[in-house]
Structures are given as structure tokens and as C-alpha cells.
């Protein structure tokens, strides 16, 4: 049985918010989605980001882990991202972004709850 390769990415999406802020982070998700995407089709399908894996160092995940990429970001079905799959991908990836994305949304919560009281 072929062992697989363990690969670990750095999450620099907290990096970037905090120094790009929010609308110069998603900018920068949108340029993103721009280099990966098939250019006549307007998604990242699974051909655009194997053939463009090597730019964001993804050179050594097999066929079969670009594929899932694909298929965990894929909401509509259709087998490629668009860019707002992209984006809200990207999100959920990164597990400090999340945590906070939370913590906004449960202080929202707790004041509105207290408003209704």
C-alpha cells in the first residue's frame, strides 16, 4: 500500500485580513479566484486548478485531493467554484477567521437577544 504524503499549509488568511482589512482581503480572494480560474468557463474547475496548483504550492497533492478541494466548496452541484464558493471556501478553511467569524456572530445574538428583552 502507497503511503501518502501529509501536507500542512500555513493559514495566512488571518494575516491578511488584519493587514488588508476586510474589503482588501476578499479583493485579494477575488485576484485568487482570477489566477485559478478556467478562463472560458469563469470557474476553477478541477483541470484550471491542477494545471494551476503549482502556483499556490500544491504541486505534490494528488489528483484525488484537488478533487475533494472541488467537491468540499462545490454548494451548487456543478462539479467546479464559482467565486463566491471560492471565497466562502476559503473561509472555512481557515479555522482562526472562523473562530471569529463566531465570536461576531454570538455577540450579535447576545445583543439582540437582550434588545428583545
Request: with cysteine.
Given at each position: 500500500m502507497e503511503a501518502r504524503k501529509?501536507?500542512?499549509?500555513?493559514?495566512?488568511?488571518?494575516?491578511?485580513?488584519?493587514?488588508?482589512?476586510?474589503?482588501?482581503?476578499?479583493?485579494?480572494?477575488?485576484?485568487?479566484?482570477?489566477?485559478?480560474?478556467?478562463?472560458?468557463?469563469?470557474l476553477i474547475t478541477f483541470e484550471s486548478l491542477k494545471r494551476n496548483s503549482?502556483?499556490?504550492?500544491?504541486?505534490?497533492?494528488?489528483?484525488?485531493?484537488?478533487?475533494?478541494?472541488?467537491?468540499?466548496?462545490?454548494?451548487?452541484?456543478?462539479?467546479?467554484l464559482n467565486q463566491m464558493e471560492f471565497c466562502v471556501l476559503m473561509f472555512r478553511l481557515s479555522p482562526q477567521l472562523m473562530g471569529g467569524a463566531e465570536r461576531f456572530l454570538d455577540g450579535g445574538l447576545l445583543q439582540a437577544h437582550r434588545k428583545q428583552q
Open positions: 501529509s501536507v500542512h499549509f500555513q493559514d495566512l488568511l488571518p494575516i491578511m485580513a488584519q493587514n488588508l482589512g476586510g474589503e482588501g482581503l476578499i479583493r485579494e480572494l477575488c485576484n485568487g479566484f482570477r489566477v485559478l480560474m478556467d478562463g472560458e468557463k469563469g503549482v502556483l499556490l504550492g500544491l504541486q505534490d497533492f494528488e489528483e484525488d485531493d484537488l478533487r475533494n478541494m472541488i467537491g468540499e466548496g462545490d454548494l451548487d452541484g456543478d462539479g467546479a
